[in-house]
């Protein structure tokens, strides 16, 4: 967990200072001719794809650092990985149909990673931290 967080602190400091250098370059360069006008713009429009190629090394990181997944043949045919749903909207476990909270023994899931979700939340499966230990009571 703390190991997949360093090459994003890294990244994000990086973003940062090269930001920190486009802010500081526009607002010094002389715009009185065409070709400085037309560097500033390109500066400026360098910022939104910086954030973007952060966002997607943040979910290329989450991916490959998510741990080993558990099968469990009798609730789910995918592999499960165990994600924090703390803060990501509304989440309802797959099998007892909980909100999951404090009622379903806290935010941690399993969740599929094949099965997703709709751009309203509905659809994927999760299955909440009760679940998941009632499953595994039974099974030994």
Not at 49 to 69: A, P, R
Not at 97 to 119: M, S, Y
Request: charged content about 20%.
């Amino acid at each position: 967990e703390y190991w997949s967080k360093v090459p994003l602190v890294v990244l994000y400091v990086f973003i940062a200072a090269c930001s920190l250098r486009v802010a500081i370059k526009v607002v010094s360069l002389d715009t009185a001719d065409f070709r400085s006008t037309f560097w500033v713009i390109i500066e400026i429009l360098g910022l939104p794809i910086m954030q973007l190629e952060y966002v997607l090394v943040q979910s290329l990181v989450y991916d490959k650092s998510s741990g080993e997944g558990i099968l469990l043949p009798g609730i789910h045919e995918h592999m499960l990985y165990w994600q924090d749903a703390e803060n990501k909207g509304f989440v309802k476990c797959s099998r007892c149909n909980e909100k999951v909270g404090e009622l379903a023994g806290g935010f941690l899931i399993l969740g599929c990673k094949q099965c997703t979700p709709n751009r309203w939340g509905y659809g994927g499966f999760s299955l909440c931290t009760n679940c998941y230990r009632k499953n595994a009571l039974k099974t030994g």
